[in-house]
């Protein structure tokens, strides 16, 4: 399956279980379901929530590499360093394994 496609299934699935958890939630707050119900439900939309957050962050990180403003280094961070540094859109603060200086990293595609 192409980066492409795997990209936007993971965005579906984002979405999608927002849009689940968000349903459950106000369920619950409508007392539509029983008590014990509308907590299991919102549970589980929170497990299917991090579940679609963390691979869709699994397939971002896997097609980029980062290059360092300090020396222009082309490097791939630990997925660790990922997901942990602090970020933007485009870029990441990362330290460098060849200079070792952080700095906000441009995120460049893979080749």
């Known amino acids: 399956m192409s980066t492409k496609r795997k990209t936007i299934l993971s965005i579906i699935g984002v979405v999608f279980s927002i849009a689940l958890l968000g349903i ?4 619950a707050e409508e007392k539509i379901l029983n008590p014990a119900i509308a907590i299991v439900f919102t549970a589980l939309s929170w497990v299917f929530v991090l579940i679609a957050v963390f691979y869709a962050a699994k397939i971002d990180y896997g097609t980029g590499v980062y290059e360092c403003r300090k020396c222009g280094h082309l490097f791939k961070p630990t997925f ?3 997901i942990c540094g602090a970020h933007t859109l485009t870029t990441r603060h990362l330290k ?3 200079c070792e200086e952080k700095s906000w990293c441009r995120r460049k595609t893979a080749k």
């Not at 459950?24 to 369920?27: D, G, I, T």
Request: hydrophobic share 30%; aromatic share 10%; with cysteine.
């Open 24 to 27: 459950s939630s106000v369920l």
């Open 80 to 82: 660790k360093a990922y």
């Open 96 to 98: 460098c394994p060849k």
